[in-house]
């Protein structure tokens, strides 16, 4: 068992495999409380289908995204570090939730804006970094050369590749880049990695900056409090509305979080979650146990979730 795990990674970084977009979790399990990823929660929807590939030379190389799985497990990685977990739905083109561990001490610092975007969602070769548009475009680039993808194709254009992928700065109309994993429960580069396009969806001006907004400042200044270690998983209930005409983003009915406080070796203390509809006249509702959350968002979550949907094991 140990010879063949060290001959498949072996393997592995031979063939180049990374993981930033990876089948799993592997490598930023501790985001999660018990290192157990959210269960059940198969909502997203396939990657887009190509419009029309005729005619396209090595569409399996240099098609954005090509067959790739939906939803896209992202460790967030910025530098040679991880910082949090995304589940991302590349058919609406939303992080589904962000899984991360609280800085409870730390004074909040709101490090840079919006740049970032993953490399990996357009192709599993791209560098593992999040990295701005700039360095993101000339890598497709780099990579286009090297592969033989003539950017004759409109397909195979640098801007059209990122934007196959997931949401751009500018596919958002009059919605905020609303965090899911908040920069202010984070100092300096953790809180830096949180500014990236996979960890953000449309999400109310009025909400963000207002009830949700609180409920994070809560969050973090109360309920935390007493606790040696915070999990905390944030996500969005999908809707049924979209903010272009194309579909290509998809805006959220709801954002709902769901926190497990515990002592230094995990034992859990208490937990609790919120759930709030994503409108100007939003009010966050609050829940001080996850399984009335979980009945909650079961209501709302289309397609049904599975029956062992649990956002953390046994917290
Ligand atoms: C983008 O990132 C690169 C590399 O990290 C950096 O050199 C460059 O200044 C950044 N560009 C912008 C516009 O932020
Ligand atoms: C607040 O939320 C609750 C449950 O989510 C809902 O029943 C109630 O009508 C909402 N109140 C307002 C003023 O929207």
């Known amino acids: 068992m140990v010879t063949l795990s060290l001959l498949s990674l072996g393997l592995l970084s031979l063939l180049g495999v990374r993981g930033e977009v990876a089948p799993n979790f592997d490598n930023c399990k501790d985001s999660f409380f018990k290192m157990t990823p959210v269960s ?19 569409p399996e190389k240099c098609l954005s995204a090509y067959n790739a799985a939906s939803p896209a497990y992202i460790c ?28 409870i001490e730390g004074v909040p610092d709101r490090k840079g804006s919006i740049d970032n975007y993953e ?49 751009l700065d500018d596919n958002f109309g009059s919605y905020d880049r609303g ?22 969806a449309p999400q109310d001006g009025k909400m963000n900056t207002g009830p949700w907004n609180r409920y994070e400042k809560k969050l973090k200044d109360d309920l935390s409090k007493d606790c040696s270690k915070m999990y905390v998983v944030t996500g969005v209930v999908p809707g049924d509305t979209w903010v ?13 979080n769901a926190y497990c406080c515990t002592d230094n070796i995990d034992n859990p203390l208490k937990s609790g979650g919120a759930l709030g509809p994503n409108t100007a006249l939003s009010n966050v509702t609050e ?24 956002i953390f094991n046994g917290c």
């Not at 929660?41 to 029309?52: C, S």
């Not at 050369?145 to 590749?161: A, V």
């Not at 909650?296 to 979550?301: A, I, M, P, S």
């Open 40 to 58: 059940g929660l198969n909502v997203a929807l396939p990657t887009p289908i190509k419009p029309n590939t005729q005619g396209l030379e090595k």
């Open 244 to 256: 272009d005409q194309n579909e290509r983003v998809n805006v959220p009915s709801h954002y709902w």
């Open 76 to 103: 967030q990685r910025n530098g040679n570090n991880y910082y949090f977990a995304t589940l991302y739905d590349r058919g609406r083109r939303i992080p589904l939730y962000s899984a991360y561990q609280m800085d």
């Open 179 to 200: 965090h899911l994993n908040p920069a202010g429960h984070h100092k300096e580069d953790a809180s830096k990695a949180t500014m990236t396009h996979t960890n953000v």
């Open 119 to 167: 490399p990996q969602l357009v192709h599993p070769d791209l560098p593992p970094q999040q990295m701005n548009k700039t360095k993101l475009l000339s890598e497709i680039k780099k990579y286009n050369q090297n592969n033989g993808c003539l950017e004759r194709s409109p397909q195979y254009r640098q801007n059209y590749k990122l934007g196959w992928s997931q949401a």
């Open 287 to 310: 829940y001080n146990s996850v399984t009335d959350l979980e009945t909650e968002l079961r209501k709302l979550l289309v397609p049904k979730v599975d029956n062992n949907f649990n």
